[in-house]
Every structure is written in C-alpha cells, then in structure tokens.
C-alpha cells in the first residue's frame, strides 16, 4: 500500500529533507518512525487513561 504525505507547511517539507540527507535515510523511513512513535505515544496515553500501566 502506497500512501502520499502532503504536508501542509513546508518547514515540515524542509526539515524532513534536510534530515535525510544528514542522516543518510530516506525521506520515507523518516516519516514512518514518526508516525509509528505518534502512534505508541497516543496508544500509551491511551492506556494510562482507562488505568493501564505498563512498565516495558
């Protein structure tokens, strides 16, 4: 499945490509572990509001 990522204010754009290339990573890789650490960080507040404590 492709997905195409616009973002809306171009510092965004900016940065993600600056990161890539200082890092040696592609542009996609970047905005997967963005996403996948908004996702864990949402899942874990998640988690502490129905009382759930995980100590992993």
Known sequence: MEITLQAIKPIIHDKLYTLSMEYNVTVD??????LKRFIN????????????VDLD
Do not use: H
């Open 29 to 34: 890789t970047l905005v997967n572990l963005a």
């Open 41 to 52: 960080d949402v899942e874990t507040l998640r988690n502490l509001r129905m009382g759930k």
